[in-house]
C-alpha cells in the first residue's frame, strides 16, 4: 500500500516569490493534515481537513497560506508571497477512521 | 494553553542500554498520547501509543509508562541499539489523531 506522496521534496525560492506543495493521502483516508516542522522542532498543524472541508484551520497565516483539497483526495498548500522565515519542512499527513495519523517525507522549502 | 513539554533534548546512549524521555502535559482533557519516531528526511512515523485508562503498555523493547496524576509520560527504549539512533516526538490529542500536539523531540544516539 501506498503511503502519503508529497511533492516536491525540496524547494528552493527567492522571497516574495509564490511556492506550492502537494500531498496526496492514502487511499480511503477522509481525513487529512497540513504540519509545519521548523528546524529542531515538533510538527505544529497548519490544517486539518474532513474530505473537502477545512475544519481547523485557526493556525495558517491566512494573509499568505492557503490550502485546498478539491474533490477531498489531493491536496495543495500555497505560500504567497514567501518569507524567509518560511524557511521549513512542510509535512502532509492523513488518517481514516479511528487510525493513527500516517505522515509523508515532506517537502523542504528554503526561502533565500 | 495546549503544550506539550518534552526532555532532553538530545541522549547519548550505549548499546545495550535503556534509553529514557520524559514528557509532560498540561490540558487534562488529552486522551490519547503517541510517540513517533523520525529519521532525517523522513516524516514522523507512529512507534507506540497509550490511553489514560492503563499506566503502562510495552511493544518489543518500547514501552510507554503513563502517570495521569503527575500529567506525565515517558518512552523506554530497552536494549538500544544504533538503528534506534532517531528524533523521537512525544504528543497528545483530545481527539486520536485528529489534533496532535508535539513535543520539541529528542535526538537520541545509540553509540555501538
Known amino acids: 500500500e501506498a503511503g502519503v506522496v508529497q511533492s516536491p521534496r525540496y524547494k528552493i525560492i527567492e522571497k516574495k516569490q509564490p511556492v506550492a506543495f502537494w500531498c496526496n493521502p492514502i487511499s480511503g483516508h477522509n481525513t487529512l493534515y497540513w504540519y509545519l516542522q521548523n528546524l529542531g522542532q515538533g510538527p505544529e498543524l497548519l490544517i486539518r481537513?474532513?474530505?473537502?472541508?477545512?475544519?481547523?484551520d485557526s493556525q495558517l497565516p491566512k494573509d499568505r497560506f492557503s490550502a485546498e483539497r478539491l474533490k477531498g483526495v489531493d491536496s495543495t498548500l500555497k505560500i504567497q508571497p514567501a518569507e524567509l522565515g518560511d524557511s521549513a519542512v512542510y509535512l502532509c499527513a492523513s488518517s481514516g477512521l479511528n487510525t493513527e495519523a500516517f505522515f509523508g517525507q515532506g517537502t523542504r522549502l528554503t526561502v533565500v | 494553553q495546549q503544550q506539550v513539554k518534552q526532555s532532553p533534548q538530545s541522549l547519548i546512549v550505549q548499546k545495550g542500554g535503556i534509553s529514557i524521555i520524559n514528557c509532560a502535559y498540561e490540558?487534562?482533557?488529552?486522551?490519547?498520547f503517541p510517540w513517533y519516531q523520525q529519521f532525517p528526511g523522513k516524516g514522523p512515523a507512529l512507534l507506540i501509543a497509550i490511553r489514560p485508562d492503563v499506566s503502562e503498555k510495552k511493544e518489543g523493547r518500547f514501552t510507554i509508562s503513563f502517570n495521569k496524576s503527575a500529567k506525565q509520560f515517558s518512552l523506554h527504549i530497552m536494549d538500544s541499539q544504533p538503528g534506534d539512533s532517531a528524533t523521537y516526538f512525544c504528543?497528545?490529542?483530545?481527539?486520536?489523531?485528529?489534533?496532535?500536539?508535539f513535543g520539541q523531540g529528542t535526538r537520541l544516539t545509540i553509540n555501538p
Open positions: 481537513y474532513e474530505n473537502e472541508e477545512a475544519v481547523d
Open positions: 490540558n487534562t482533557a488529552f486522551d490519547y
Open positions: 504528543a497528545a490529542s483530545r481527539q486520536g489523531a485528529q489534533k496532535l500536539v
